[in-house]
């Protein structure tokens, strides 16, 4: 056994405990009514997220926190800091880019499913 196969035989063992951790709290059965997502266009990460969500046509609304300040206060008293991009899942905040488009994938793609989830 090489490596590489050491190492996927670990990460396929703590993956599912990976996953519930990083989505805790969110409800994964299901689509939200609501997805908001805070950015500012220069933002790579940000850009990462709406890439993702133009490529699959995703129902979000944009607040950019750059054009408007009133929504890098709004993003403020959500979630106690000023980090974009942000997802907004009914009402409940999504920091980290990774997190949000593996979130969005998992709702509205499905083809690569947290494990805890199925
Ligand atoms: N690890 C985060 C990094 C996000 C990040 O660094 N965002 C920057 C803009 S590119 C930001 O919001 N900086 C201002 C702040 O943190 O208040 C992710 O992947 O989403």
Sequence with gaps: MNCFSVF?????????????????????????????LYKFDRCIFCQRVMGFIRQHQLPVSYRDVQETPAYRQELFQLTGRTQVPCLVIDGQPMLESADI?????????????????S
Aim: without cysteine; aromatic residues 10%; charged residues 30%.
């Design 8 to 36: 996927e035989k670990l990460w396929q063992r703590l993956k599912p405990q990976v996953e519930s951790s990083r989505f805790a709290g969110f409800d994964l059965t299901k689509q939200p009514d609501e997805l908001v």
């Design 101 to 117: 488009v593996a979130y969005l994938r998992h709702i509205y793609v499905s083809a690569d499913k947290p494990t805890h989830a």
